[in-house]
């Protein structure tokens, strides 16, 4: 499900750039997932989730990565 998604996502043509207050703005896309572990507290897996959002970013965008 989330594979299907992210495959989406990163096959999409996000190049065009998008009319924003009368400028060209160039979007990208950025994802990071990671389910919540059985007995985790929620606050260690929003940890883990932002993580893997700041390895997309810095592979430079229009990626997605999860933790499976």
Same mark, same amino acid.
């Given at each position: 499900?989330? &594979?299907?998604?992210?495959?989406? %996502?990163?096959? &999409?043509?996000l190049s065009c750039p998008i $009319?924003?207050?009368?400028?060209?703005?160039? %979007?990208?896309?950025?994802?990071? !997932? !990671?389910?919540?572990?059985?007995?985790? $507290? !929620?606050d260690s897996a929003v940890q883990?989730?932002?993580?893997?959002?700041?390895?997309a970013k810095c592979q430079g965008?229009? !990626?997605?990565?999860?933790?499976?």
């Amino acid at each position: 499900l989330v &594979s299907d998604w992210s495959s989406d %996502v990163c096959s &999409s043509d996000l190049s065009c750039p998008i $009319p924003v207050e009368g400028k060209q703005v160039s %979007v990208t896309v950025s994802v990071g !997932a !990671a389910l919540l572990r059985k007995g985790e $507290p !929620a606050d260690s897996a929003v940890q883990r989730t932002d993580e893997l959002l700041y390895v997309a970013k810095c592979q430079g965008g229009n !990626a997605v990565r999860v933790e499976v």
